[in-house]
């Protein structure tokens, strides 16, 4: 019987979702997708808990989408199918009534920091390293990239993260507030178990009530965004561009992007 790409076990009222590729950083595919879901709806359905903690077993948080499966579609899906149904996993993140610490090291790349995002608190550990690498696909983050960040830190930074593709590490993501908390790798587990479970110890119905008091600060505007982004990132995966960069990534070239 395969090994399940995605574990989940209860801990003193907290839901523990752990990312369990780590061979491959915890790289997304169409099979960890789904079981990520079924871990979702399992920790939110469940009286019993009443915080979740994401993590990644291994080296890495979650490096993205898995790049030998990019642009896979499974079942002849649409792209704006397969796009929206991924955003409406972190959807079902903003919209949960319980609180989601994310505990992130090593790789946090994509789709894998999107998730995180999504997340209501973060805590890094030292050696994590942040990065939204759509761009230099010719497509842009779309599941919450370019909203949760200007959420969180601003229009500028997000522009310069986005727009660069550039990797952020830990004491910098604490600076400009993309993480909470910064801890040595081998204390993460147990700080964001730590933070979970004093969560976890609180009234249900006001954590509940407090997370969705909060969130209509930023919540509706993010939630108009990413389905903007499904528009935006279902356009760009005609482009030409987007193609080449395929094509480059195979034959390990630099892209030569033409603006269409």
């Given at each position: 019987m395969a090994k399940p790409t995605v574990e989940q076990r209860l801990e003193e009222g907290v839901g523990i979702v752990s990312l369990n590729?780590?061979?491959?950083?915890?790289?997304?595919?169409?099979?960890?997708?789904?079981?990520?879901?079924q871990a979702f709806e399992w920790a939110f359905d469940t009286p019993e808990v009443r915080c979740v903690l994401l993590r990644g077993e291994g080296r890495s948080f979650c490096s993205g989408r898995d790049t030998t499966v990019l642009g896979h579609r499974a079942g002849d899906e649409s792209d704006f199918a397969f796009v929206r149904r991924a955003q409406d996993g972190r959807l079902s993140m903003l919209d949960a009534p319980k609180p989601i610490v994310a505990a992130m090291r090593g790789h946090v790349i994509g789709g894998g920091l999107e998730m995180a995002l999504a997340a209501d608190m973060r805590v890094a550990a030292d050696d994590v390293r942040l990065r939204l690498p759509e761009i230099r696909y010719g497509i842009l983050p779309d599941t919450g990239g370019t909203q949760f960040l200007t959420a969180?830190?601003?229009?500028?930074?997000?522009?310069?993260?986005?727009?660069?593709?550039?990797?952020?590490?830990?004491?910098?993501?604490?600076?400009?507030?993309?993480?909470?908390?910064?801890?040595?790798?081998?204390?993460?587990?147990?700080?964001?178990?730590?933070?979970?479970?004093?969560?976890?110890?609180?009234?249900?119905?006001?954590?509940?009530?407090?997370?969705?008091?909060?969130?209509?600060?930023?919540?509706?505007?993010?939630?108009?965004?990413?389905?903007?982004?499904?528009l935006a990132q279902s356009a760009l995966f005609k482009t030409e561009d987007y193609q080449e960069a395929r094509s480059a990534l195979r034959e390990k070239r630099s892209p030569r992007y033409k603006g269409k």
């Open positions: 590729r780590p061979d491959k950083h915890n790289a997304l595919n169409d099979e960890m997708s789904a079981e990520l879901r969180l830190i601003g229009p500028s930074k997000t522009k310069y993260l986005v727009m660069s593709g550039q990797a952020v590490e830990a004491e910098q993501a604490l600076q400009w507030g993309i993480v909470d908390w910064v801890v040595a790798p081998e204390a993460l587990d147990e700080e964001a178990l730590r933070i979970a479970k004093q969560l976890a110890s609180g009234p249900p119905l006001a954590i509940a009530m407090a997370k969705q008091l909060i969130d209509q600060f930023h919540g509706e505007s993010v939630r108009r965004g990413i389905r903007e982004e499904l």
